[in-house]
């Protein structure tokens, strides 16, 4: 079964709106970490945050926003005022402590933010 | 300071033959991963490294991947009598840590493709 599942394969939106990126997750760990990479056209998957079971709260930074909700599983990220520099792949990831080090990414959301 | 490098960028190698592919991780990280990202999936885990030493080798598809990791530091992933199906981008990834909360940091892949 798949731990992290991204049911948006792709999106387009027209660039200044919001967009957000659904992420469910899969576990039955207490302590885990949950992350979302982004990854530009150029390729390389860079870290834009992390979250631990434990904290809830919600965080934005800048346009960029995260929506974790345990009771439904989920880990959305909200993109305000989208500009062209956001198209990207976006991955969700999860780490549960018992398994240590791997890391489950999701299939990933393929956002195009059209000028 | 530097970060995740992987070579070669590129790989064009002919069905059944070997190939290696070098990952040098950001300076002082414990911990490496490799991932195969093929067209339009996820990241599929491989392999990773606690220091020189490989505890879960679990992702590894068949008994053609190797890899290994000398000195702390360089990782080679071998993939022996290639096939088609090894066509994908190799992703090299190193954390500071190796505790499930630390986020991983990207290279910028190896593409294979077998022809």
């Known amino acids: 079964a798949q731990k992290v599942t991204q049911a948006q394969t792709e999106i387009s939106v027209v660039e200044k709106e919001d967009v957000t990126l659904d992420c469910v997750y899969e576990t039955r760990d207490t302590t885990y970490y949950l992350f979302w990479y982004k990854q530009p056209p150029s390729g390389e998957l860079v870290f834009l945050i992390r979250r631990n079971s434990f904290d809830e709260q919600n965080e934005i930074s800048g346009r960029y926003s995260w929506n974790f909700q345990k009771s439904t599983s989920s880990f959305n990220f909200t993109i305000t005022a989208s500009q062209v520099v956001d198209s990207a792949v976006y991955f969700c990831?999860?780490?549960?402590?018992?398994?240590?080090?791997?890391?489950?990414f999701g299939t990933g959301t393929s956002l195009t933010v059209i000028p | 300071g530097a970060g995740v490098s992987q070579s070669p960028s590129n790989k064009v190698t002919e069905k059944g033959k070997d190939v290696e592919l070098r990952c040098d991780p950001i300076?002082?990280?414990?911990?490496l991963y490799w991932y195969r990202q093929s067209l339009g999936q996820g990241l599929e885990f491989l392999i990773y490294f606690q220091g020189n030493s490989a505890p879960d080798k679990s992702g590894l598809p068949s008994d053609r991947f190797s890899a290994e990791r000398t000195g702390g530091s360089v990782s080679t992933l071998t993939i022996q009598r290639t096939q088609q199906e090894d066509s994908a981008v190799y992703l090299c990834?190193?954390?500071?840590?190796?505790?499930?909360?630390?986020?991983?940091?990207f290279g910028p892949g190896t593409r294979l493709t077998v022809t």
């Open positions: 990834a190193s954390s500071s840590g190796t505790r499930s909360s630390y986020e991983q940091y």
């Open positions: 300076s002082g990280h414990t911990a």
């Open positions: 990831a999860l780490s549960e402590t018992n398994t240590g080090n791997q890391f489950y």
